[in-house]
């Protein structure tokens, strides 16, 4: 079955709003058979040619906001990194499962932790484009309960092309629209709506990464990937919308 590429109609009414720019997806295979013991209960590993994907994705998250209420003024933007697998439950819904995101800022690590159950650390990351080169790089490294940066890190560095990518492999890494996730008790689904993603090809430049593998997936950082896309330089972003999560 391919993902279709554009969002479905969320089915309430918006509770959070962000927009994401500056993302790079970096895939690897992995054995289904891996994957299945990470996920929520009622959500079995979703495959694409015979394989689960797992993921590492940076990108820069700005505007935040609780709906109705305007964008958080003193939040700014941010970066965040998440390492995620993906999911299908029994009614069909194919979404994300994250097993780790890292983000900047304290608030919103907080407030989605409490919203949806996310598994978010707080880290120190940094971000540097090269707009004539169309290079994007990021750098994380997660902090202690006192805000020392301590733990695992992932330094992660990509070209961005010039060639457009939509392919049922695309879809399938990127066009998700939610995400399961274990919380109070309870296997939840939150469902969001943007718009497409502008992909490209990207050429990985640098990769230094312990996150893929504090999130269960040890030594798989170390080899190639066997997908890289990331969306275009200049690119200003779109708004993701984020219905309430609700039991499955």
Do not use: K
Request: without cysteine.
């Amino acid at each position: 079955m391919t993902i279709p590429a554009h969002a479905p109609v969320l089915p309430a009414r918006s509770v959070l709003s962000q927009v994401w720019s500056h993302a790079v997806f970096v895939h690897w295979r992995v054995d289904p058979a891996d994957v299945a013991p990470l996920l929520p209960p009622g959500v079995r590993p979703d495959v694409f040619d015979g394989s689960a994907w797992v993921g590492l994705v940076p990108f820069v998250l700005s505007r935040f906001r609780f709906l109705p209420l305007p964008a958080v003024p003193w939040l700014g933007t941010f970066a965040e990194i998440n390492v995620r697998t993906y999911g299908v439950d029994a009614a069909g819904r194919r979404g994300v499962v994250f097993r780790t995101l890292e983000a900047e800022h304290l608030p919103p690590v907080l407030a989605a932790r409490a919203l949806f159950g996310l598994p978010y650390r707080w880290a120190s990351i940094g971000l540097r484009t090269d707009a004539a080169a169309s290079v994007v790089a990021f750098r994380s490294r997660r902090r202690d309960a006192r805000g020392r940066p301590r733990g695992p890190g992932a330094r992660i560095a990509v070209r961005v092309g010039d060639e457009v990518v939509d392919s049922d492999l695309s879809r399938f890494l990127t066009a998700r629209w939610g995400f399961h996730e274990r919380h109070l008790g309870a296997t939840r689904w939150a469902q969001n709506s943007h718009e497409e993603w502008p992909l490209r090809t990207a050429e990985l430049l640098e990769l230094d990464d312990e996150l893929v593998a504090d999130a269960g997936f040890p030594g798989l950082a170390a080899r190639s990937p066997d997908s890289v896309l990331a969306m275009p330089a200049g690119h200003p972003g779109f708004v993701t919308r984020f219905a309430r999560a609700r039991r499955i």
